[in-house]
């Protein structure tokens, strides 16, 4: 390929630029760099807000797997969002830290603002380019849309030396004009190409084949490697097959999220993306530099913090993943377990154990459950996590390995520092109405009780703690599930509040489902307190970013 060299004024970043550093992976050609949008791209989804402490939490884990790229969020948004952005970038200690921009001044500048406390920042811009895009959304001709691009990474590249640029429905973009727009953001210092397919539209060979288009007809500089991207949506079902044809025709960063979590379908899973290439190196062989083995901890992270349960047959993470019930496969596993898994649990972050835990267990062995579960907890925690296992284990026969996962996550829920507590809830049901739920919680320290009636149980309930703790936060998704299987199972609940534009989601663990109901909507509840504390006096809405 013909070479051009990147304009000088493009590669001095200013007096102010923070060291850069190389991410892993850039010189190596069979090296397949993750980047991970689940804080981003992720959050999109509706419901799927996160609060700064869960980001920073999201953001450590992801660090301590090996993600290369961690994109933490669109600091113009809000203000909220900028200070998530520039805690995470604090936070993480080998990743590169990235923010998106929309294609001008003030959204680019804010964004270097908050990533410039990572250690290795990046800016990532985007337009929009295909033919809808830019005559509904944008209402600009080919040539302001180059203008804009110049424009826009000219300015990134001055502040930063890491760059990515993104055209924005990329696949559904005219083939000449997506060369011309690549080539354009190569030439004023994109050291990233990312190709999105923005609405989840192009099957596997419509993704190769874009990728293997432009590694051929763009021209780049021999002395600045280029990097190109995908970033794929699930509409279709096809992001991660997508994704990995990206890759077979030389894509060498996978944009993805934990889970598969996105706006829409989804993203393309990390999950299966990095198992993908781990399994299947015989017709694949290229590497990521993730630790697999915390792979579970990081789906049940993200579940936990955004309250989207991960459905059961989920690839890699689901619950059945390595659950077998067949009688031919059951007699294959005990026989020889590849002849029914193409990977090991413990590839995952699953451990297999024999030791059954219930309430003659002791804090040793707990302990040891935790760890092998990847939970890393401190003393106190450790402490208050026992107790409520001991409690349990008097209410059931035997604890299972998921009802310590929800004990634990469901202690993690609730702050010292709530406003709202729950003390204790009695219910008279039955199948005539109204039904009466008596419910007693603690307010600013102050322990308040009342009876309210209501059309069922939760109903009332929920009643109940509106008359204790009047509000006008409105219910947009109450959820249940049982956490194993029979009738003294742990009811998992999930419940959403909204509430002037601002949405927390509530998760509670119990035996009774109704108490695990209402220490869900108190823990919701408690969120949006928190996010209405931290509203600054006339604070608009925040920005919504375009899909990508």
């Given at each position: 390929m013909s070479q051009r060299t990147t304009p000088d004024a493009a590669s001095a970043p200013t007096p102010f630029a923070a060291p850069q550093i190389e991410p892993a992976g850039h010189a190596d050609p069979d090296r397949v760099l993750i980047f991970d949008t689940t804080m981003r791209d992720g959050e999109q989804s509706p419901g799927a807000s996160m609060t700064l402490e869960e980001k920073v939490q999201i953001g450590r884990l992801l660090d301590e797997m090996r993600v290369d790229i961690i994109e933490a969020g669109f600091p113009i948004a809000s203000d909220g969002d900028f200070e998530c952005v520039v805690e995470v970038a604090k936070a993480v200690e080998?990743?590169?830290?990235?923010?998106?921009?929309?294609?001008?001044?003030?959204?680019?500048?804010?964004?270097?603002?908050?990533?410039?406390?990572?250690?290795?920042?990046?800016?990532?811009?985007?337009?929009?380019?295909?033919?809808?895009?830019?005559q509904h959304q944008l209402a600009m001709s080919k040539d302001e849309v180059l203008e804009k691009i110049v424009e826009s990474v000219s300015l990134a590249r001055s502040l930063c030396e890491d760059v990515q640029w993104s055209p924005m429905d990329a696949t559904r973009t005219e083939e000449d004009f997506l060369v011309l727009t690549v080539q354009t953001a190569v030439d004023h210092g994109a050291r990233t190409i990312n190709i999105p397919d923005t609405v989840g539209y192009a099957i596997p060979g419509e993704s190769a084949r874009i990728i293997a288009m432009l590694r051929e007809r763009v021209r780049v500089d021999e002395d600045a490697p280029l990097v190109y991207s995908t970033h794929c949506h699930d509409d279709l079902g096809m992001a991660t097959a997508n994704s990995l044809a990206a890759v077979s025709a030389g894509a060498r960063q996978v944009e993805c999220t934990i889970n598969g979590l996105g706006e829409r379908a989804g993203n393309a899973a990390l999950e299966e993306i990095v198992m993908a290439l781990q399994v299947r190196r015989d017709v694949m062989p290229f590497k990521t530099g993730l630790n697999s083995r915390k792979l579970i901890a990081a789906s049940r992270l993200v579940s936990t913090v955004t309250g989207f349960p991960v459905q059961f047959n989920k690839a890699i993470v689901g619950k059945n993943a390595f659950a077998h019930e067949s009688g031919i496969h059951q007699d294959g596993m005990l026989k020889n377990a590849e002849t029914f898994e193409i990977m090991r649990p413990e590839d995952v972050g699953l451990l297999k154990s024999d030791l059954v835990l219930g309430k003659h267990s002791g804090r040793a062995a707990f302990r040891d459950r935790l760890r092998a579960l990847g939970f890393d907890v401190g003393e106190n925690a450790l402490q208050e996590a026992f107790q409520r296992f001991k409690a349990l284990a008097d209410r059931k026969k035997e604890v299972f390995d998921e009802d310590i996962i929800a004990l634990v996550e469901d202690a993690a829920s609730v702050g010292a520092d709530d406003r709202i507590k729950f003390r204790s809830l009695r219910v008279v049901c039955g199948s005539e109405g109204p039904q009466t739920a008596d419910l007693t919680l603690e307010v600013d320290g102050a322990e308040q009780s009342v009876s309210a009636t209501g059309d069922g149980p939760v109903d009332a309930a929920f009643n109940a703690v509106k008359q204790i703790f009047p509000h006008d936060a409105r219910l947009e998704l109450y959820q249940v599930h049982a956490v194993t299987a029979g009738t003294d199972a742990q009811a998992d609940v999930t419940v959403r509040l909204e509430e002037d534009g601002k949405i927390a989601t509530g998760s509670a663990s119990d035996t009774d489902t109704l108490v695990a109901s209402v220490r869900a909507y108190v823990n919701a509840l408690n969120k949006l307190l928190v996010r209405r504390a931290k509203r600054r006096p006339g604070e608009g809405e925040p920005v919504r970013e375009p899909m990508r």
């Open positions: 080998h990743a590169s830290v990235c923010g998106l921009a929309r294609a001008n001044r003030g959204d680019i500048e804010r964004c270097w603002e908050a990533v410039r406390h990572a250690r290795r920042p990046r800016i990532h811009t985007f337009i929009g380019t295909s033919p809808l895009h830019r």
